[in-house]
């Protein structure tokens, strides 16, 4: 059996969130919760579970939802590495030093 993991107070009010905006989109298109699961194929109850922000639900079946309804761009903007600011920075200061180890603007042969 797989072990679950213990979901943060955060993670736990993401899966929320997120299972109840899923909802509000199938809502919306005037669909029932059986629609949606023949379209993913799985079980009414398994809908049930991800829009009640289940952490047991499977991150493929979130993806699958999320692209039926139509937020793909939503999808690949997430965890975009273009928009991490602080690994960008991390990255930077891994980068090595290049050059004659002078300062910049000193002249050679300059007394200071």
Known sequence: MKKKIAVSFEGEEL?????????????????SESMLAERLGVTRATINRLESGDSGVAIALVVEALLVYGFADQLFALADPDTDGVGKRLDALRLPVRGTGRRVGRKQGAVT
């Not at 989109?25 to 669909?31: K, S, V, Y």
């Open 15 to 31: 899966l929320h969130q997120l299972g109840m905006r899923l909802r509000t989109a199938r809502l919306r298109r005037n669909e």
